[in-house]
């Protein structure tokens, strides 16, 4: 799998136990521990062990069982935590405060005071504009190359 590279990384030190977190779970693949800066308490990041930086890097056969715990995470938000449901979500490079992958899930409830996405929402020009961006999304993903 991935290895950290260039300078230290928060998330690497976490998981060789250089520095300290709340971990909520521990595998041989993943480590859990809640964000230092939570929206709301129980936020917690989902990392691999192996160094990653983004989703793009981490191999196909991982992504499975990685987002399996995203899943359980995101399940344990309502079943122990209470709330209504949850946000999962993860930044490739923008916005992205630690190279490291990492996704967010953080319990959620009505009028908690989150917004939406944070940023300022663009609508298309016109229906054939979105479909001319669907159909190059489209192109580029069933290109085999």
């Known amino acids: 799998m991935g290895e950290s590279v260039g300078r230290a990384c928060v998330f690497c030190?976490?998981?060789?136990?250089?520095?300290?977190?709340h971990v909520v779970l521990d595998t041989p693949d993943v480590m859990a521990f809640l964000d230092a800066r939570p929206l709301f308490k129980g936020h917690t990041l989902l990392v691999p062990r192996a160094h990653f930086e983004t989703l793009t890097d981490v191999p196909a056969d991982f992504l499975g069982p990685f987002f399996g715990h995203a899943q359980r995470l995101a399940g344990v938000m309502e079943s122990?935590?209470?709330a209504a449901g949850s946000f999962v979500a993860m930044n490739n490079r923008i916005s992205q405060s630690v190279p490291h992958l990492h996704v967010h899930v953080v319990p959620r409830n009505r009028k908690?005071?989150?917004?939406?996405?944070f940023w300022p929402r663009q609508k298309y020009e016109s229906d054939a504009e979105a479909a001319a961006?669907?159909?190059?999304?489209?192109?580029a993903l069933s290109d085999p190359g």
């Open 13 to 21: 030190e976490i998981i060789e136990g250089k520095r300290s977190a």
């Open 80 to 82: 122990e935590l209470g």
């Open 112 to 117: 908690d005071g989150l917004r939406g996405f």
């Open 133 to 139: 961006y669907a159909s190059r999304l489209s192109e």
